[in-house]
């Protein structure tokens, strides 16, 4: 429940800031870097990100006609592939994983493969068309791990990335 109270809440924020200044559009490239540092969520020594060692997987975030979507909305990889999000239209659209359902020791992992995250276990928003969002699956562990995007959840728009 409290991972959905920060989806609105953000929801919020990024409508009460949303417009406005166009002079720095055009394709942002948020990919996971060979090796990230991200600071825990609640203090502590930081977690380093581990790079992408396999395929890297894309996966489509739209509009289609009235319907908001993840194209895939289900992906079977690897341990050690990568995920990338292209935002194609309907946006803004991001990538959230909800805390409270991934196991503590998969959490860590995961966030320190999520670079520039808005809240624990969420991407930035990616508002223009071909922005896009790569996370590595390196060090997480097998399991089927449900992700959102927070703007368009009530709409349906979820996925599954189950890594073998």
């Not at 509009?63 to 341990?79: E, V």
Request: glycine share 10%; charged share 15%; with cysteine.
């Amino acid at each position: 429940m409290r991972f959905y109270a920060l989806t609105a809440a953000s929801i919020l924020v990024f409508g009460a800031c949303a417009g406005g200044d166009t002079a720095n559009e055009g394709t942002t490239d948020t990919a996971a870097p060979a090796a990230t540092t991200t600071p825990p969520a609640g203090g502590g020594q930081a977690a380093t990100g581990a790079p992408i060692t396999g395929t890297t997987h894309e996966v489509r975030m739209l509009l289609d006609g009235q319907t908001y979507k993840f194209d895939p909305a289900n992906l079977t990889i690897k341990q050690g592939d990568g995920v990338k999000w292209v935002m194609v239209s309907g946006g803004p659209h991001n990538v959230a994983f909800d805390p409270a359902k991934i196991p503590d020791d998969v959490e860590a992992v995961l966030s320190a493969n999520m670079p520039n995250q808005m809240m624990p276990l969420s991407s930035p928003y990616m508002t223009q068309p071909d922005e896009n969002y790569t996370i590595s699956f390196a060090g997480v562990k097998p399991g089927t791990y449900d992700y959102v995007c927070t703007p368009h959840v009530m709409m349906g728009m979820t996925g599954k990335i189950t890594v073998q």
